[in-house]
């Protein structure tokens, strides 16, 4: 079981910038396998999410490797469309490989999905649009997968209306549809920029997709041998780089992000600008001072453009040694709080609110203590909170935030943190 070792009270200072986006690279990967071409992913992060990605590549019968901070794919060979449970159960992207699969083979056979516990985050979304195109898919309880078939050998494309916003079924439709019969329109569709990446790879790959970063997307169905080799660049992961403005807030420190996208970090230098923080953003940097003392702010998750879920914890973290009161509301996952206890370990006052909502009362500061990381920002969230403590904190289970965050010790240390990661024996 690895662990980081964090010897607070440091402030971070200089320059960094945050990286290819978790969160666009794997729907990417998983769109890859259905291309039947050579592709280039360009600014792929190497982190464990990425690679299990490229161990399912290759158990599919694809050709995946990394040229330096690049990812070279050829998925001509695609020759199995089974995913085992040792592979899918390790992350909860597994579950775009079921359109892209579909899409391209009529079939799929794929372990149930993993990832961080956050609650009742059910695929029914998922399998009610892709069944809706044609498919039928069983959840098999004594195995443990989702068998999935085409029973008339290519998925019919059809109008998709989701009752709210979901990423991961927008993405998984999108997939589906490229090779559908057909128009495929999705109504009510997520706009994250991830969605609008895929869309450009997917684009660029030979596919004809209208409307991504709104709520209609329209995709018309085009033949296999349509598709093109094509090289793309990821974006700049975005929580990423909330994350490493955050401590630099929480530390009374000044941070320059460089290689940034404006639109996509609004919602949280807002909210670190309500904070009391000095904020300059432009079209490619962000630079942030902290002020004197953090002031409490009130954050409610929404989909974007509204602020992420995936800064709740660490911005939970921030609020921890903010003057006054503040209120977290989660409106996107019923179980992100495991990091409320572990906080509580450093002297946080956390207090329900009500089932979706945490009150925070700030303290002057906190203290080092022996933490677990139970997700992948819950667990950076110890990391910040580490890095305001006074004295020495442990955040074990190191492997969750190794999913998102490429040698997070390394990029804090080379900012003034000093951050140890004993790696797991």
Known sequence: MGEYTINGGRKIVGQTKPGGAKNAV?????????????????????????????????????????????????????????????LSGKMRSSILFMGALLGRCGEAKIGLPGGCPLGARKFDYHIDALTAMG????????????????????????????????VGATENVMLS?????????????????????????????????????????????????STKPACHHVIPDRI??????????????????TDIRQPHMVAITEKLHEAGCEIKLDDDFVWLRAPERLVAVNVETAPFPGFPTDMQAQFMAMQCISQGSSLIRETIFDKRDKHIEELAKMGAHIASYDDNSKEISGVEGLSGAVTYAEDLRGGAALI??????????????SHHVERGYENIDLTLNELGADVVLHAAS
């Open 135 to 166: 498919a039928k898919i069983t959840e098999n309880t004594d195995y443990n997968t989702f068998d999935c078939i085409v029973p008339s050998g290519k998925l019919v494309g059809c109008t998709v209306r989701f009752p709210t916003p979901s």
């Open 26 to 86: 794997l729907p990417i990967l998983a769109a890859a396998a259905m291309m039947g071409e050579e592709c280039c992913i360009a600014n792929a992060p190497r982190i464990s999410d990425t690679l299990m990605s490229l161990d399912i590549l290759h158990g599919l019968g694809c050709t995946a490797e990394y040229d330096r901070s690049s990812i070279i794919i050829n998925s001509s060979g695609l020759c199995n469309a089974t995913i085992p449970n040792v």
């Open 384 to 397: 910040l909170a580490g890095l305001a403590a006074d004295g020495v904190t442990i955040v074990k289970n």
């Open 240 to 257: 990423i780089a909330g994350t490493y403005l955050c401590a630099a807030a929480m530390t009374g420190g000044e941070l320059l992000l």
């Open 177 to 225: 549809a490229v090779f559908a019969e057909g128009e495929t329109i999705i109504e009510n569709a997520a706009r994250e920029p991830e969605i609008i990446d895929l869309a450009d790879f997917l684009i660029k790959s030979g596919a004809k997709i209208k409307g991504a970063g709104t709520g209609r997307i329209v995709i018309k169905g085009i033949s296999r041998s």
